[in-house]
């Protein structure tokens, strides 16, 4: 019966089971917000401008420069292993760091009405500083595990990499 599924669905059932309970849980999350507030077409609109300003927008955009700068540090064959972890420390906290911004734009970036301080009794002017420490922590957590590993990452820039097996 597994196999089954496997087949037809593509992975196994503790990834079926995962990915249904993220929906519940986003869609109890959205049907929360939608009841809370007195503009719940507002909420709507930002969802569909957020999904087609990343499929129109974003996407090609970070597709683009994950591509120049990925071209950038990974010229010429001679430690790439080194070369790829370091570009994916780059891009690991750039990612976290880009949603987060994408995610809390208005209240960074300051179009938040002024109904978020009177509604929540918190000031919308932290918000700026906050995202940018945060990123710097992120880049500097990032910087921090790649001299750590950097170690074991030329040990095995050294060695020849593995080619796949082919089959008959």
Do not use: C, Q
């Not at 990915?19 to 969802?47: G, K, M």
């Amino acid at each position: 019966m597994w196999g089954r599924l496997r087949e037809g669905y593509g992975a196994g059932p503790l990834h079926l089971l995962a990915v249904v309970a993220t929906f519940a849980i986003a869609a109890y999350a959205l049907e929360r917000a939608l009841e809370l507030t007195s503009n719940p077409d507002r909420i709507v609109l930002w969802l569909g401008a957020s999904i087609v300003a990343h499929d129109l927008i974003l996407f090609p955009l970070y597709a683009l420069l994950g591509v120049l700068v990925a071209g950038a540090f990974l010229r010429g064959d001679r430690r790439s292993r080194l070369r790829v972890a370091a570009l994916n420390h780059v891009r690991v906290p750039a990612l976290f760091s880009g949603v987060l911004l994408l995610v809390w734009y208005p209240l960074v970036a300051g179009p938040a009405d002024r109904g978020f301080t009177r509604l929540t009794g918190l000031s919308k002017d932290v918000y700026l500083e906050r995202w940018l420490l945060l990123s710097a922590a992120l880049f500097a957590a990032s910087a921090v595990v790649f001299v750590l590993r950097l170690p074991a990452l030329r040990r095995a820039a050294g060695r020849p990499g593995r080619r796949p097996r082919r089959t008959a």
